[in-house]
């Protein structure tokens, strides 16, 4: 099995690869990742949650993880249904909405054991 890690910087992707941010419900993308995922990948204005373009949106602004947490469940469903997807998770909640690493990454436990899914660096050793 092939451990990914997410590169620090996304500046470009293969036809395969979708970029994974946290977003607004409101699908409002004005920074942070999810500005990189509107200029960059294809991630729709007005599209808070799931796939648009190369991109996979996860909200992270509407309260605490445990709101977060069923988006996450929804986005590890959806990358083990498409396995010939690779999908690399940004810091998703760790910039604007305010959230630590070791509050998001546990979050990802289940899709550690997915190679089609690449988490930040540091997120496995945190998710244990």
């Known amino acids: 099995m ?7 910087f996304i500046t470009s992707l293969n036809p395969n690869e979708i970029f994974v ?4 419900l409101a699908g409002a993308h004005g920074g942070g990742a999810a500005r990189i995922a509107y200029e960059s990948f294809g991630a729709e204005w007005g599209v808070g949650v799931g796939m648009t373009g190369q991109c996979y949106a996860i909200p ?3 309260g ?13 469903l959806y990358a083990g249904q498409h396995p010939e997807l690779l999908f690399f998770v940004t810091r998703i909640g760790c910039g604007i909405a305010g959230f630590t690493d070791e509050q998001i990454a546990p979050l990802f436990k289940a899709a550690v054991a997915m190679e ?3 988490l930040p660096e540091g997120w496995r050793e945190i998710i244990g």
């Open 2 to 8: 092939t451990l990914r890690v997410t590169p620090k």
């Open 21 to 24: 941010f946290g977003s607004n």
């Open 116 to 118: 089609n899914v690449a």
């Open 64 to 76: 605490g993880v445990d709101t977060i947490r069923p988006y996450v469940d929804d986005f590890i």
């Open 60 to 62: 992270t602004m509407q």
